[in-house]
């Protein structure tokens, strides 16, 4: 967990503003009676959060001999509590500056700002006890002229993004979501990448539950940024290197193929489709390890043509890789990303989805295409993951996603 420290001053700054102000609001509008009595509860509970974010600053967040869950529990306590206080001083100071009466101001803060902040404090619980225990399937259809006909209807189930590490030992999930993988039948599964949050023994627990996983073409996988174990501080390269390789050894126990810039293909009779796999793709801090040209190449010792006629399928696990590189230099038909968790918030109106990962992913959940003069449309499914990192819960309609994509044959 990188918090930078402009945003660390900038909390600290918020939250002492935020105290003060519901002081001063509490010494201002309550009567004598309880004025004293509300003043000292504040103060206590505020002091006992301030002890929880002391804590959340000093904890060893990259060593990787430390859990990650318990700093990650103790910044989403902390902000639970200071975003209802937050808006709840917004509200406030917008009322005083309507008018200066204090009866107004304290109806502004009991019937508008009270409820607010309730509203949004139980928003943010129901995401841990409502929402992350809630598996969405998600059905799409891709049509193509490049496809076999043979291949007409065939399913590819996707799933991405279960950071194993948030669980701890408990599989009770995870097992879940299996059983919702596998109750969907599917050809071919596919997970593109984050298996654990920072090390791979993260992953010892669930080995027995992912390896229930099957498909009868097959299960493939591709690493997420955080498989590379770049979240933890490693005493030496020696021990990093041990970290990776158990993880993909862990991997390869489950029966699955791990594609490392690598391609392999799905074959019914003589028809056949390529399934290509790269690298994460990585953005600052981390390293572009990604090579779809290495990787279409790969398989049979060969100069790669990214523009003939296979029907190509990639998993690359950042998606800003297609919209960079794939769309610019293949033809991919389909590429399969994860990555994004919708930031593990999204609000869902009538159809119309809204995340703040808008602000940094131009795709950032569910299917998306581009056309080309003289080619055949690229679409990319960016699935918002199963698991949590940075706050252990997922907000409003940022649901655990399952999606299953049928490809259709023109001819």
């Known amino acids: 967990m990188r918090i930078p420290l402009i945003s660390l001053i900038l909390l600290i700054l918020l939250t002492f503003g935020c105290d003060w102000y519901i002081f001063y609001r509490i010494r201002k509008d309550f009567v004598s009676k309880w004025r004293n009595k509300v003043a000292w509860i504040h103060g206590i509970l505020s002091l ?33 509590v200071y975003i209802p206080k937050f808006l709840f001083s917004v509200i406030s100071l917008i009322g005083s500056l309507i008018s200066k009466k204090q009866s107004v101001r304290a109806k502004c803060d009991k019937w508008v700002g009270l409820p607010i902040a309730l ?26 002229d490049r496809l076999p006909q043979s291949m007409d209807g065939l399913r590819i189930l996707q799933f991405s993004d279960i950071h194993l590490g948030t669980w701890g030992n408990d599989t009770t999930f995870i097992s879940q979501f299996v059983d919702s993988i596998n109750a969907q039948n599917a050809d071919v599964v596919v997970f593109t990448g984050d298996f654990v949050n920072r090390t791979a023994d993260e992953m010892t627990p669930f080995i027995p539950v992912l390896k229930r996983i099957k498909a009868p073409m097959g299960v493939y996988s591709v690493l997420g940024n955080h498989d590379y174990g770049g979240y933890a501080t490693w005493p030496d390269k020696d021990s990093y290197n041990k970290n990776l390789s158990y993880l993909k050894s862990s991997i390869d126990s489950l029966g699955w193929v791990l594609l490392c810039n690598q391609t392999t293909y799905i074959r019914n009779n003589t028809d056949s489709i390529a399934m290509i796999g790269v690298e994460n793709w990585g953005e600052p801090p981390f390293n572009q390890l990604g090579d779809l040209v290495k990787a279409y190449g790969d398989s049979a010792n060969r100069k790669p043509d990214l523009n003939d006629d296979v029907f190509k399928v990639l998993m690359t696990h950042n998606p800003n890789h297609w919209k960079e590189v794939v769309t610019k230099i293949s033809n991919v038909d389909l590429s399969l990303a994860g990555h ?21 992913y131009q795709q950032w959940g569910g299917l998306y295409s581009m056309d080309f003069p003289g080619k055949n449309p690229m679409h990319i499914y960016v699935n918002i993951g199963a698991g949590e990192v940075g706050m252990p819960a997922r907000l409003g309609s940022a649901k655990p996603e399952i999606n299953i994509i049928t490809l259709r044959s023109k001819h």
């Open 48 to 80: 006992i959060f301030w002890v929880i974010l002391i804590v959340f600053i000093c904890w060893p967040k990259r060593n990787p001999d430390e859990p990650i869950v318990t700093p990650m529990w103790l910044l989403f306590t902390f902000l639970s």
């Open 119 to 144: 509203l949004i404090f139980v928003f943010i619980w129901g995401g841990v006890f409502y929402t992350s225990n809630r598996i969405d399937v998600n059905k799409v259809e891709i049509v193509s």
């Open 340 to 360: 994004t968790h919708a930031m593990q918030f999204m609000l869902d109106f009538a159809g119309i989805k809204w995340s703040p990962s808008v602000w940094k």
